[in-house]
């Protein structure tokens, strides 16, 4: 079955980098893009961008261009999203979700989500 | 970017009342139109891919419609566990995808 596993939650101060990694099981990972999207507590879904695992290819939202980073590891079946920069308003839920099909932009399987918490 | 706006914010039914959702664009866009369902702490569920094609496992009674900057998500005849966040989503280029804000759907 396919699975999608994240890495765990994480405090940083502001200014500082997060690197998020989501471990893709049951399925080829090669295949499929992989999208992350973000929820601040109590808050709607943004998306950050996508990245094809097959070229390595990504699309970061506008918002966040120059921030992000989103990078794979094929021998492990893992993606990666790093956002720098940090201020108190990327305190969210990080979900790593993959895409329907290829390079479809709707999400049928999605991370169990990594918080990362910025404070001071 | 385009913005997607869902009405209303709040919608309060009785099990077995039909739900009509909103989610309109801020222009015209093609038929790459998502809805998902997010329940209290849990990731969102895919429903509608393209407007209107149900995914995989999702009951008859979701469907969505609509075309250029209007689309609707409608369940038929709500079930208690259709208590939910719903979302919509669109791709209207490649390079830019959005979602609405939400609309909160209790079942009383």
């Known amino acids: 079955q396919v699975q999608l596993v994240q890495s765990g939650a994480e405090v940083k101060k502001p200014g500082a980098s997060v690197k998020v990694s989501c471990k893709a099981s049951g399925y080829t990972f090669s295949d499929y893009y992989l999208h992350w999207v973000r929820q601040a507590p109590g808050q709607g879904l943004v998306w950050l961008g996508w990245i094809n695992p097959n070229s390595g290819g990504t699309n970061y939202a506008q918002k966040f261009q120059g921030r992000v980073t989103m990078t794979r590891d094929t021998s492990i079946s893992t993606a990666y999203m790093e956002l720098s920069r940090l201020r108190s308003d990327d305190t969210a839920l990080y979900y790593c979700?993959?895409?329907?099909?290829?390079?479809?932009?709707?999400?049928?399987?999605w991370g169990q989500g990594t918080l990362v918490t910025v404070s001071s | 970017e385009i913005v997607l706006t869902q009405s209303p914010a709040t919608l309060s039914l009785s099990p077995g009342e039909r739900a009509t959702l909103s989610c309109r664009a801020s222009?015209?866009?093609?038929?790459?139109v998502a809805w998902y369902q997010q329940k209290a702490g849990q990731a969102p569920r895919l429903l509608i891919h393209?407007?209107?094609n149900r995914a995989t496992g999702i009951p008859a009674r979701f469907s969505g419609s609509g075309s250029g900057a209007d689309f609707t998500l409608t369940i038929s005849s709500l079930e208690p566990e259709d208590s939910a966040v719903y979302y919509c989503q669109q791709r209207s280029n490649w390079l830019s995808i959005t979602f609405g804000q939400g609309t909160r759907l209790e079942i009383k």
């Open positions: 222009q015209s866009i093609t038929g790459y």
């Open positions: 979700a993959r895409a329907m099909y290829s390079g479809s932009y709707s999400v049928d399987y």
């Open positions: 393209n407007a209107s």
